[in-house]
């Protein structure tokens, strides 16, 4: 059964060793990237959940979530503000094609659905135009593109 852990001194290791396929390198940041996000998210008044992706005891990816903004995020888009974030989802190449992703993202939602840092309107997310297959799967649990952009990606939001 899939679960999320969050990332601590036990598994962090674990979690850095997963990397995605040589054709997804520019569509997500490497763990070690996300989790450096996190704590300096952290330390600047921000929130930020990095989570493992585990099958039983197998990490098979991480994901990460945030919350609102934090003091050095000077140009977050609009939605940023007060509201959750899918910020990272990967899948160890090894575990591809298997449902995995799909099943974080339901997971994911059921966190932030738990409101962790108080109410808001709307998860959002972000990816690269011509990542095709997120945007497909996003699609599935009803995001929406909003014609925004994060730097070089599509902003999507889900109405909580």
Excluded at 1 to 23: A, F, P, Q, R
Aim: hydrophobic letters at 40%; one cysteine or more.
């Amino acid at each position: 059964m899939l679960h999320l852990e969050k990332v601590n001194g036990n598994n962090v290791w674990d979690i850095l060793k997963l990397t995605v396929s040589e054709s997804q390198k520019n569509f997500v940041a490497t763990n070690e990237i996300s989790i450096i996000e996190a704590y300096t998210a952290i330390t600047g008044n921000g929130h930020a959940f990095p989570f493992g992706i585990y099958d039983e005891d197998k990490p098979v990816g991480f994901l990460m979530i945030g919350f609102d903004v934090d003091d050095y995020w000077t140009d977050a888009p609009e939605i940023a503000k007060e509201n959750y974030n899918l910020w990272r989802l990967m899948i160890d190449k090894a575990y591809q094609n298997r449902g995995y992703g799909k099943e974080a993202v339901s997971l994911a939602l059921e966190f932030i659905k738990s409101m962790p840092c108080g109410e808001a309107e709307y998860c959002w997310l972000s990816y690269e135009p011509d990542n095709a297959v997120a945007r497909q799967m996003y699609r599935s649990f009803g995001f929406e593109e909003t014609g925004e952009m994060d730097g070089e990606e599509l902003i999507a939001v889900l109405r909580l």
